[in-house]
C-alpha cells in the first residue's frame, strides 16, 4: 500500500500472467519543472524507462504520466493546443518552458 497525493494504492503481484501495462496509469501533475525532472528520474532510474509524451514506466512495469499542472490551462485555446500537442509528441520527458513557448 502506497500514498500518492493523498490518495491510497495498493498494487498486487499478477504474477506472469497480469502484467502492469498501459490500460492503467498513474498521473502526476507537477508546478514546476523541477518536480517533473525529480519524478521523471526516480521513476525511469533503477530499471525504468522512458517514454514518449510525458509517460514513463517504473522498473515494477507500471505506467506514469509526468505532465505539467499548467497543461489544461495550455490546451484551453484551439489553435495554440496544437501547437501545444505537436511539441508533446516530440518529447519524452515534457518540459513546461516549451511547451508554453509552443
Not at 498494487?11 to 519543472?33: E, M, R
Not at 519524478?39 to 522498473?59: F, M, N, P, T
Not at 489553435?79 to 515534457?94: G, H
Amino acid at each position: 500500500m502506497f500514498e500518492l497525493n493523498g490518495s491510497k494504492f495498493m498494487g498486487l503481484n499478477g504474477g506472469p500472467v497480469h502484467k502492469p501495462n498501459h490500460a492503467t496509469s498513474f498521473v502526476i501533475p507537477c508546478d514546476t519543472q523541477k518536480e517533473i525532472d525529480h519524478y521523471w528520474k526516480s521513476l525511469s532510474g533503477d530499471g525504468g524507462r522512458e517514454e514518449q509524451c510525458g509517460w514513463v514506466r517504473d522498473k515494477f512495469g507500471y505506467s506514469w504520466q509526468i505532465i505539467p499542472s499548467i497543461l489544461g490551462e495550455l490546451m484551453s485555446e484551439p489553435i495554440k493546443a496544437q501547437r501545444v500537442m505537436s511539441k508533446i509528441l516530440e518529447m519524452n520527458k515534457l518540459d513546461i518552458d516549451e511547451l508554453k513557448d509552443a
